[in-house]
T-cell receptor
Framework: EPEVTQTPSHQVTQMGQEVILRCVPI?????FYWYRQILGQKVEFLVS????????KSEIFDDQFSVERPDGSNFTLKIRSTKLEDSAMYFC??????????????FGEGSRLTVL | DAKTTQPNSMESNEEEPVHLPCNHS???????IHWYRQLPSQGPEYVIH???SNVNNRMASLAIAEDRKSSTLILHRATLRDAAVYYC???????????FGKGTLLTVNP
């Protein structure tokens, strides 16, 4: 069964450092998402991406965050200067979203980011 | 986004049916009712969705009230692997973004 894959599974970084979280969405999917989940809290929407541009972003997704689809397969989330409060699990998701689609959003297993 | 209300937690016994309720009294005509679940230390996983009619798939059944202001996710025979947080989410039309609430933590007792 096709799946969304994310790397790394866990990253530890120092405050102020840049991190890049990588995702490989399912190959024929068209819409891509990043969500985050701080330990013990809700899953929160960060950003959606379609047709090589951001289609929607939340208030959390400030200038410290950026997304990119550098080639036909990868979808990355960059945090320029990490803060302690960026420590969370980050989930990538994708959906085919066309006629005949079930509307199912496929999530990856997540990348745990720990900022020290 | 229209709001959903779910119990914080529910408990079930293995191999018994589980009925997880969700209230969405402000649902609009273009809102789809989606259910996802999140197993411990994993990403959310699609369970089922519907618009007006009841739906069945290999994982579960979704019963939608006639006025669409509530729905119930039915797990026909709970297993230990079904222990998870279950989220009832309204998704509007062609906007595929999901807004998660706190969900219902389902505990399955052996």
């Amino acid at each position: 069964e096709p799946e969304v894959t994310q790397t790394p599974s866990h990253q530890v970084t120092q405050m102020g450092q840049e991190v890049i979280l990588r995702c490989v969405p399912i190959s024929n999917h068209l819409y891509f998402y990043w969500y985050r989940q701080i330990l013990g809290q809700k899953v929160e929407f960060l950003v959606s991406f379609y047709n090589n541009e951001i289609s929607e972003k939340s208030e959390i997704f400030d200038d410290q965050f950026s997304v990119e689809r550098p080639d036909g397969s990868n979808f990355t989330l960059k945090i320029r200067s990490t803060k302690l409060e960026d420590s969370a699990m980050y989930f990538c998701a994708s959906i085919f979203a066309s006629g005949g689609s079930t509307g199912e959003l496929f999530f990856g297993e997540g990348s745990r980011l720990t900022v020290l | 986004d229209a709001k959903t209300t779910q119990p914080n937690s529910m408990e079930s016994n293995e191999e018994e049916p589980v009925h997880l309720p969700c209230n969405h009294s402000t649902i609009s005509g273009t809102d789809y009712i989606h259910w996802y679940r999140q197993l411990p230390s994993q990403g959310p996983e699609y369970v089922i969705h519907g618009l007006t009619s009841n739906v069945n798939n290999r994982m579960a059944s979704l019963a939608i009230a006639e006025d669409r202001k509530s729905s119930t996710l039915i797990l026909h025979r709970a297993t230990l692997r079904d222990a998870a947080v279950y989220y009832c989410i309204l998704r509007r039309g062609s906007n595929y973004k999901l807004t998660f609430g706190k969900g219902t933590l389902l505990t399955v007792n052996p």
